[in-house]
């Protein structure tokens, strides 16, 4: 294949077309409401962090434990089922949605990715598409995961994985790119 020169033109970046889904002002509180109130509370404070994700929109289900070195971009654009866990630094970058089911473990240092670039666009046009984590799947340290993906029920994603795939049910994932290694119960 012959390479042919694009000249990549970022002053042409256009996401006019793109919507956080709440207003500039609205964004802006959150961040700081998320690097203050919600990153220096305590520990074992799951209830506050709850409380203040749900007042920003978020969809929290019932007792999910939520660490208070999370980072959620768009927090109305998540959506968290019951007893779930997101640990340490866990990133949920939602450009788009983010769903994640119940009984699930996103650990830490981990990074669900729904916003990327179009690379064959010299403009290098924004592009999203929702993640979506199904009931008891885990998704292990330092695992980044890709724009539109699907992990399926009770999928394991192995530690430092990269997800660029769906996840099929009760199915152990592991490398970069993320492969299926075996069944999850025998």
Not at 27 to 43: N, V
Not at 67 to 78: D, G, M, V
Request: hydrophobic fraction near 40%; charge should be positive.
């Amino acid at each position: 294949m012959r390479y042919v020169n694009m000249k990549i033109e970022l002053s042409k970046y256009n996401q006019s077309w793109y919507s956080r889904g709440k207003s500039n002002i609205y964004t802006i509180i959150w961040w700081f409401i998320q690097g203050t109130l919600f990153r220096f509370s305590l520990h074992n404070m799951y209830g506050w962090r709850r409380f203040l994700l749900r007042l920003f929109g978020a969809k929290i289900g019932e007792k999910v434990q939520v660490r208070a070195s999370a980072k959620f971009t768009y927090p109305w654009k998540i959506e968290i089922g019951d007893f779930s866990w997101i640990g340490d630094n866990v990133k949920f970058y939602s450009l788009d949605n983010i769903i994640v089911g119940s009984n699930c473990v996103i650990s830490q240092e981990s990074y669900l990715c729904t916003g990327s670039h179009d690379i064959k666009d010299p403009y290098f046009g924004l592009i999203t598409k929702p993640i979506i984590v199904k009931d008891g799947a885990w998704i292990a340290s330092d695992v980044f995961v890709y724009p539109g993906i699907t992990i399926n029920e009770g999928a394991v994603i192995a530690a430092r994985s990269t997800v660029t795939k769906d996840v099929t049910s009760e199915a152990i994932f592991a490398g970069s790119p993320a492969v299926f290694i075996k069944k999850r119960f025998d």
